[in-house]
T-cell receptor, first 115, second 114 residues
C-alpha cells in the first residue's frame, strides 16, 4: 500500500509569510507525528495526534506553529510569520497507534527555506 | 527529557567490512524502546532495528545487530558485510513506555568505500 506522503516536497518562502505543509498518513494509522530536522541535527518532536484525543503540542517551538488533523487522516502544519530559523526539513510519520515499539513510518519530508 | 548522544559524526567503512555506531542515552526509566533509523539522501527515514528494554537478548536483523547494555545505557549498531546501499545517516532514537514521541540523536554519517 501507499506510504506516508507529504507535500510540497520543497517550499521557498519569504520571511514573514505563512506556510502550510501537508501530510497524508498511511490508511488506518491512528497516530500521526510531526518532527523538524534542522541542518546537521537530529529530529526534533513537534506534535502528536492520536485518534480523537487532544493532540500533544508540547514540542511546538512557538505560537507561530500550529497543526490540525481533519477526520483523523490528513494533517496540516501551519507556520505563521515565518522566520529564517524555521528553515528545516519537516517530517511527518504515522503508526498504527501510539504505543510501545510500533514502528513509525516516515514520509519524505518537506524542505522549507525561508529567505 | 531524554537525551540521546551519538559521537563520531562520520564513519567510513570498506565494502564487505564491519562498522559499529555508538549511541548512549540518559533516562531514569526502566521500560523503554530503542531504535536505529537510516536516512538515505532521499530523506525518508527507514527503521533498521528496534530493541525493547525488557529483553536481554540483543536484536538482530540480517546484517544489522545491536549491542544493548542497559546498565551502561548504551545501544550500539553493528553493520556487517557493509554494502554500498548502506551509505546513509543513521539515527539512534529512544521512546519511553507510555510516551509517544521519539527522541533522536544527531546522527552518524556512514560512508562505504568500494
Amino acid at each position: 500500500g501507499a506510504g506516508v506522503s507529504q507535500s510540497p516536497s520543497n517550499k521557498v518562502t519569504e520571511k514573514g509569510k505563512d506556510v502550510e505543509l501537508r501530510c497524508d498518513p498511511i490508511s488506518g494509522h491512528t497516530a500521526l507525528y510531526w518532527y523538524r530536522q534542522s541542518l546537521g541535527q537530529g529530529l526534533e518532536f513537534l506534535i502528536y495526534f492520536q485518534g480523537n484525543s487532544a493532540p500533544d503540542k508540547s514540542g511546538l517551538p512557538s505560537d507561530r506553529f500550529s497543526a490540525e488533523r481533519t477526520g483523523g487522516s490528513v494533517s496540516t502544519l501551519t507556520i505563521q510569520r515565518t522566520q529564517q530559523e524555521d528553515s528545516a526539513v519537516y517530517l511527518c510519520a504515522s503508526s498504527l497507534d501510539g504505543q510501545g515499539a510500533l514502528e513509525q513510518y516516515f514520509g519524505p519530508g518537506t524542505r522549507l527555506t525561508v529567505t | 527529557a531524554q537525551t540521546v548522544t551519538q559521537s563520531q559524526p562520520e564513519m567510513s567503512v570498506q565494502e564487505a567490512e564491519t562498522v559499529t555506531l555508538s549511541c548512549t542515552y540518559d533516562t531514569s526509566e526502566s521500560d523503554y524502546y530503542l531504535f536505529w533509523y537510516k536516512q538515505p539522501p532521499s530523506r525518508q527515514m527507514i527503521l533498521v532495528i528496534r530493541q525493547e528494554a525488557y529483553k536481554q537478548q540483543n536484536a538482530t536483523e540480517n546484517r544489522f545487530s545491536v549491542n544493548f547494555q542497559k546498565a551502561a545505557k548504551s545501544f550500539s549498531l553493528k553493520i556487517s558485510d557493509s554494502q554500498l546501499g548502506d551509505a546513509a545517516m543513521y539515527f539512534c532514537a529512544y521512546r519511553s513506555e507510555g510516551n509517544n514521541r521519539l527522541a533522536f540523536g544527531k546522527g552518524n554519517q556512514v560512508v562505504v568505500i568500494p
